[in-house]
């Protein structure tokens, strides 16, 4: 990554239903084609929407930047039930209709986000924002069953891991989102 973003929400990915990561990757291209703006699903406890579009708006004025949406590749392969989403809510109140059906899989929530693009980054560049893990550095805590994480740049940690290569876009108003089939 040339310029390191200095807010980042990063999320562990991997095939889907039997379509890879490099196929899901152009699904959301098209997607962007198609809505100005692609939704990468996503389900459980961590990064909810409320949380993430807090975090985002701290981020966005604490850094005046956009936070940046990181998708580290795991291998494991994740079953869930391939449809299209109808209906989406900024506030998990008022639902309305997306102009076009979305595809996302098995997903309760979704970021929003734009230019994809494959990147490298450090993880050990990165503290975890909030939780029980506030401050740690992001290598350490992103292990086991975490999947998901807010994270900030911070250069007190100097950990020596490795660039490794992932995914990277820009999130943009309204963040996250809640989703509904119906």
């Not at 590749?73 to 900024?90: A, L, M, P």
């Not at 109140?93 to 979704?110: R, T």
Request: hydrophobic content about 30%; aromatic content about 12%.
């Amino acid at each position: 990554m040339t310029k390191k973003p200095k807010a980042i929400i990063i999320m562990k990915v991997g095939p889907h239903n039997k379509m890879s990561l490099e196929e899901i990757i152009l699904s959301k291209q098209k997607e962007q084609q198609e809505h100005k703006v692609h939704f990468w699903g996503y389900s459980g406890v961590f990064c909810t929407p409320k949380k993430t579009q807090e975090f985002c708006k701290w981020a966005k004025e604490t850094y005046q930047e956009e936070p940046t949406l990181i998708l580290l590749e795991t291998k494991s392969s994740y079953e869930s039930n391939i449809g299209f989403i109808k209906k989406y809510s900024t506030d998990n109140i008022n639902f309305q209709n997306f102009s076009k059906p979305v595809q996302l899989q098995g997903a309760q929530y979704s970021f929003v986000a734009k230019n994809m693009k494959k990147t490298t980054i450090k993880l050990s560049d990165y503290t975890v924002v909030s939780g029980k893990n506030n401050g740690q550095p992001l290598d350490k805590h992103l292990r086991f069953r975490i999947n998901k994480s807010f994270a900030q740049l911070n250069q007190k940690f100097h950990t020596d891991s490795p660039q490794i290569s992932v995914y990277s876009a820009t999130l943009v108003p309204p963040y996250a989102i809640w989703l509904k089939e119906e």
